[in-house]
Nanobody, 114 residues
Framework: QVQLVESGGGWVQPGGSLRLSCAAS????????MGWYRQAPGEQREVVAR???????TYVDSVKGRFTISRDNTKNTLYLQMNSLKPEDTAVYYC????????WGQGTQVTVSS
């Protein structure tokens, strides 16, 4: 059974940066497209960034130019570098395959406020 463990969230002021990590155990996810998802209070979960097995990446418009998704296949780990954070980026962030094929992890809370 695959387990996903997200980490790296926290509180940051607007304009700040955070780097999220997602460690997978139980099975290699190197051959899956992966995504970072987020869910704000009262909102549906949305995908904000995807990375494909060939290295291609896509981003939702609201994070383009600010977020960078990457992966380290040797560590079975996914990353999300988040710069120029805005209050509207506040959410619980999750990783998963794209499309969803494994159980969700617990997520990591990101709070952007002054």
């Amino acid at each position: 059974q695959v387990q996903l463990v997200e980490s790296g969230g926290g509180w940051v002021q607007p304009g700040g940066s955070l780097r999220l990590s997602c460690a997978a155990s139980g099975r290699s996810l190197n051959f899956y497209a992966m995504g970072w998802y987020r869910q704000a209070p009262g909102e549906q979960r949305e995908v904000v960034a995807r990375i494909f097995t060939g290295g291609g990446r896509t981003y939702v418009d609201s994070v383009k130019g600010r977020f960078t998704i990457s992966r380290d296949n040797t560590k079975n780990t996914l990353y999300l570098q988040m710069n120029s954070l805005k209050p509207e980026d506040t959410a619980v962030y999750y990783c998963n395959t794209d499309p969803i094929q494994v159980p969700w992890g617990q997520g990591t809370q990101v709070t952007v406020s002054s």
